[in-house]
C-alpha cells in the first residue's frame, strides 16, 4: 500500500474515532440530562405529595379553630352531661333571677318554616363571647326537643386581629359548624360566620359559613343597625340578639366545671345558663304548640307570658 493510501486510511480511521468519540459525548450529554431531569421530577413529586398530604391533613375551618377542649371519650362524656341536664334542675333555675339581660321579644313576620317543620335559626361566630355564652344554653334547650351529634369544643378568641383583647377571652364554648340535630318537633338552622383565628394578612377573622340572602335579610331587620351577634330567629315568632349574659368567669372554670355546675340549680352558672335555656324553651314551646309535654313543663309555660 502506497503512503497516499496509507495516509488515507489513517485519516478515515481517525475520523471515524471521532465521530464514534462526538457520538458517546452527546450520548453521555443525554443520559446526564436525563438524570438531572429526572432527579428534579422526582424532587417535584416529593414536594407535591408532601403539599397533597398537608394539604389532605389540613384542618377544618373549624378544627382549626383555636381549642384545648377535651376528646374521644372525655368529649363524649360531656356532651352527654350537658345534653342531660334533669328538667326538675332546670325548673329550680327558674328565670335566672337578675342574672339574665334579655330574652326572647315577640316579632311578626311570615312563618319560618324548614322540612316541613317551624325552624330556629341561630347566626353566630366563634370569636364571640356572647355566642359562646349563647350556645351552652341552646344545646340544654334543644337537647329537649331532639338531639345532637358532631358537637365540638372551641372557645372563643383572645385577641382580634389589631392584637386588642377580646371582652371574656377564651370562653369556653361549642360549635354548631360540623354538628347535625335532629327533632320531630323543628329545625335548628345554625350559621357560624367566622372562626375564632383572625387572618393575619388582613388582622380579620377567618370566614367559616356564609348566611344565605334569606338569612342576612332577617338578621338585618331584626338584629338592631349593627346586627348583633348571637342571633335567633325563632321561626319568625320572637327573636333574641346580642348577649343573653355576660360569662363572666366561664375561661377560669373550662368545660368540664361548666357541664358540672349546670346540674346544681344554685350554682351561678345554672342560674345564667339554664334560666337563658328556659326562655328559649319557652319560645320554642310556642312555636311546636308546647310539644313534648316534657319540655314544655309549668315553669317553661309560666315564661311564654313573659316574651
Not at 108 to 127: H, Q, R, V
Not at 222 to 236: E, H, L, Q, T
Not at 252 to 281: C, R
Request: net charge neutral; hydrophobic share 40%; glycine share 8%.
Amino acid at each position: 500500500m502506497g503512503k497516499a493510501s496509507r495516509t488515507k486510511v489513517e485519516v478515515n480511521r481517525r475520523e471515524k474515532i471521532a465521530a464514534q468519540r462526538a457520538a458517546q459525548r452527546r450520548a453521555e450529554q443525554r443520559r446526564r440530562i436525563l438524570i438531572a431531569s429526572g432527579s428534579i421530577i422526582v424532587v417535584l413529586a416529593v414536594v407535591l405529595t408532601l403539599v397533597i398530604i398537608k394539604l389532605n391533613n389540613k384542618p377544618s375551618a373549624s378544627a382549626g379553630s383555636a381549642s384545648n377542649g377535651p376528646t374521644g371519650a372525655a368529649l363524649t362524656a360531656l356532651v352527654d352531661q350537658v345534653t342531660s341536664v334533669p328538667t326538675s334542675v332546670s325548673d329550680a333555675a327558674g328565670d335566672g333571677g337578675s342574672a339574665l339581660l334579655s330574652k326572647p321579644t315577640t316579632i311578626s313576620g311570615t312563618p319560618l318554616i324548614a322540612n316541613g317543620k317551624p325552624e330556629m335559626l341561630y347566626m353566630g361566630a366563634e370569636y364571640c363571647p356572647y355566642c359562646a355564652a349563647e350556645r351552652w344554653a341552646m344545646i340544654v334547650a334543644l337537647s329537649r326537643f331532639g338531639t345532637f351529634s358532631g358537637l365540638a369544643t372551641v372557645h372563643s378568641a383572645a385577641r382580634d386581629g389589631a392584637g386588642q383583647a377580646e371582652p371574656y377571652p377564651n370562653t369556653p364554648t361549642w360549635t354548631f359548624v360540623h354538628a347535625t340535630y335532629s327533632s320531630p318537633y323543628l329545625t335548628f338552622t345554625p350559621v357560624e360566620l367566622e372562626t375564632n383565628i383572625p387572618d393575619p394578612s388582613t388582622g380579620l377573622y377567618t370566614t367559616l359559613e356564609t348566611p344565605t340572602a334569606a338569612q342576612d335579610a332577617l338578621i338585618t331587620k331584626y338584629g338592631g343597625s349593627s346586627g348583633a351577634i348571637p342571633f335567633i330567629d325563632f321561626g319568625n315568632k320572637y327573636v333574641l340578639s346580642g348577649a343573653s349574659y355576660y360569662p363572666t368567669g366561664f375561661a377560669s372554670l373550662g368545660w368540664s366545671q361548666v357541664a358540672a355546675d349546670l346540674h346544681n340549680p344554685n350554682s351561678a352558672v345554672a342560674k345564667e345558663v339554664l334560666g337563658t335555656a328556659n326562655y328559649i324553651t319557652a319560645a320554642i314551646c310556642q312555636m311546636t304548640g308546647n310539644q313534648p309535654a316534657s319540655a314544655c313543663t309549668a315553669t317553661v309555660k309560666s315564661l311564654e307570658s313573659q316574651i
